[in-house]
């Protein structure tokens, strides 16, 4: 309890607190249900955001391939809502009712039994947790534990995206190929294409994103968080201090790889299909830009720069359909050169400065009246103002009499 009331009364926690006003009231209020699961779609990135922050920013670990947990958690979920949507009523025109279409197209006539276990939702949300999780301690260990790191590390996580690309793409007939799993309709029943259905979704999808802020902030702030950053700045100190350096990036990597695999199963929800597109090189760059220019050690930061870059992407590609890629190219690195530390650095070097000016000068002005009020004197009379004198002579004189005689005392 002493542990959650110390986190609540931190500096960062008034940041949170604004996000939240913003995602829970401002944007339900103000944008139309397409426009908010627009931006549903766009804060699922920013859980790949805030994973980044922890692995780049706090451990000093840069991963390439963060789309490789965000596609695989997409696909998990992406896998319960085909089944469900492949039942053989749906399906009869199909030479083999009851599979996926892509499946019947490919000449399969009975479902893969490593699908069977996907009709299960429990099994489905915990394969989005778990596998992912299983890749990234695989990769992790496996490289760490040899101390392989920096650019080295950076350019294997894009080679595994690389790798997992040409898998998906190359199985057709059991992952959709090219075009992915679409025509996601229903999860237990429930239309999630209905305006209501999007508007659900959206908060969950915040409240999730919330909670994973908080629940990393709680890390930070904890002895690992410290833990994480003594070995991003003297890894070999904290090496020769007895810990297992190797296990604490793991732990790191891992965290990154289970926040992205919820964004994406996030994304396949609120957005309907999930695709190779989303697993690659390029989208894995995209997710490190989020990072950067939210700030890549501000949580809340990251989920701005989400926002902001992802923003620029539809304004862009909407407004400028020729030159949009040019203008986003553009747009980061006029940010990056302007801000270094991001948006959260911005706010670092220049806001907050300027709030704590302000603070300390109605600190100075309300001590400067305070000594004025204290330097008065005490006594009554010498308070009582001076229009009130000659009141008190006349009174002094005596009772005015008749014919303006005034009266004067034996």
Same mark, same amino acid.
């Given at each position: 309890m002493n542990a959650l009331k110390s986190l609540l009364m931190r500096p960062s926690t008034g940041s949170i607190l604004v996000l939240a006003a913003i995602l829970l009231v401002v944007f339900p209020l103000t944008l139309d249900i397409f426009r908010l699961?627009?931006?549903?779609?766009?804060?699922?990135?920013?859980?790949?955001?805030?994973?980044?922050? =922890?692995?780049?920013?706090?451990?000093?670990?840069?991963?390439?391939?963060?789309?490789?947990?965000?596609?695989?958690?997409?696909?998990? =979920?992406?896998?319960?809502?085909?089944?469900?949507?492949?039942?053989?009523?749906?399906?009869?025109?199909?030479?083999?009712?009851?599979?996926?279409?892509?499946?019947?197209?490919?000449?399969?006539?009975?479902?893969?039994?490593?699908?069977?276990?996907?009709?299960?939702?429990?099994?489905?949300?915990?394969?989005?947790?778990?596998?992912?999780?299983?890749?990234?301690?695989?990769?992790?260990?496996? =490289?760490?534990?040899?101390?392989?790191?920096?650019?080295?590390?950076?350019?294997?996580?894009?080679?595994?995206?690389?790798?997992?690309?040409?898998?998906?793409?190359?199985?057709?007939?059991?992952?959709?190929?090219?075009?992915?799993m679409t025509d996601l309709k229903t999860m237990l029943g429930w239309d999630i294409r209905e305006d209501g259905s999007k508007l659900i979704l959206y908060y969950v999808c915040a409240g999730l994103l919330l909670a994973s802020i908080l629940a990393c902030r709680w890390i930070q702030s904890s002895k690992l968080g410290t833990l994480l950053l003594?070995?991003?700045?003297?890894?070999?100190?904290?090496?020769?201090?007895?810990?297992?350096?190797? =296990?604490?990036?793991?732990?790191?990597?891992?965290?990154?790889?289970?926040?992205?695999?919820i964004g994406g199963a996030m994304f396949t929800l609120q957005v309907g299909f999930m695709s190779p597109s989303f697993v690659g090189i390029v989208p894995s760059i995209e997710m490190v830009i989020f990072a950067a220019v939210g700030g890549r050690m501000s949580l809340v930061g990251a989920v701005y720069g989400a926002l902001l870059v992802n923003f620029g992407k539809t304004y862009f590609s909407e407004s400028f359909p020729d030159l949009w890629l040019f203008l986003m190219a553009a747009l980061f690195i006029g940010v990056t050169m302007a801000f270094p530390n991001g948006l959260a650095g911005l706010v670092e070097s220049h806001l907050k400065p300027w709030w704590r000016r302000r603070r300390a000068q109605r600190a100075e002005q309300a001590e400067r009246l305070a000594a004025a009020q204290a330097s008065w004197p005490d006594q009554p009379e010498s308070r009582v103002p001076a229009a009130s004198a000659p009141a008190s002579a006349a009174g002094a004189a005596g009772p005015k009499l008749p014919g303006g005689i005034s009266g004067q005392r034996a």
């Open positions: 699961n627009l931006v549903g779609k766009y804060l699922t990135y920013g859980f790949v955001a805030i994973g980044l922050v =922890m692995l780049w920013g706090h451990a000093g670990i840069l991963s390439l391939g963060q789309g490789v947990f965000f596609g695989l958690g997409g696909y998990m =979920m992406a896998m319960f809502l085909k089944l469900e949507a492949s039942d053989p009523e749906s399906t009869k025109i199909q030479s083999t009712p009851g599979i996926p279409d892509f499946m019947d197209w490919n000449q399969l006539t009975e479902l893969p039994l490593w699908w069977e276990p996907f009709r299960s939702l429990p099994f489905a949300l915990a394969a989005v947790i778990l596998v992912p999780a299983i890749l990234a301690f695989v990769i992790g260990f496996a =490289m760490f534990k040899r101390r392989v790191g920096g650019v080295y590390f950076a350019i294997i996580t894009q080679a595994v995206a690389l790798i997992l690309t040409v898998l998906i793409i190359g199985q057709q007939g059991y992952t959709g190929g090219v075009n992915g003594a070995m991003r700045d003297k890894e070999d100190r904290v090496r020769f201090s007895g810990y297992d350096v190797a =296990m604490f990036k793991v732990f790191a990597f891992v965290l990154a790889a289970i926040l992205a695999a």
